[in-house]
């Protein structure tokens, strides 16, 4: 069983930053693709960041492009999204997911999710 869990949501102000972790467990075989999603309250899920485990830049949404880095140590199989300068409108559930094969591009045909953290950025 596939386990995914976030860590490192809190509160910050406006401008700061905040560094969530991404934890995988439980598989057998490693994970190809890793992602960061986002959903505020009353609105749709919105896909962050993507990143192939076999290497390669993140790709990243315009939203978040500049602001936002995506890194991974696969030792530890954790991924981690560094967020600088947050805004009040980044302020969401975060959500990592894995998907055991490529293309990392389908964002939505991810099969693993975690429960998410909570960021909230104050103005």
């Known amino acids: 069983q596939v386990q995914v869990a976030e860590y490192g949501g809190g509160s910050v102000q406006s401008n700061g930053s905040l560094r969530l972790s991404c934890v995988v467990s439980?598989?057998?075989?490693?994970?190809?693709?890793m992602g960061w999603y986002r959903q505020a309250p009353g609105k749709p899920r919105e896909w962050v960041a993507y990143?192939?485990?076999?290497?390669?830049?993140?790709v990243y949404a315009d939203s978040v492009k500049g602001r936002f880095t995506v890194s991974q140590d696969n030792a530890k199989n954790t991924l981690y999204l560094q967020s600088n300068s947050l805004k009040p409108e980044d302020g969401a559930m975060y959500y990592c997911?894995?998907?055991?094969?490529?293309?990392?591009?389908?964002?939505?045909?991810?099969?693993?999710w975690g429960q998410g953290t909570q960021v909230t950025v104050s103005s």
């Open positions: 990143i192939s485990r076999a290497g390669g830049s993140a």
């Open positions: 997911a894995a998907r055991r094969t490529p293309p990392c591009r389908n964002v939505w045909s991810y099969d693993y």
């Open positions: 439980g598989s057998t075989r490693p994970t190809y693709c």
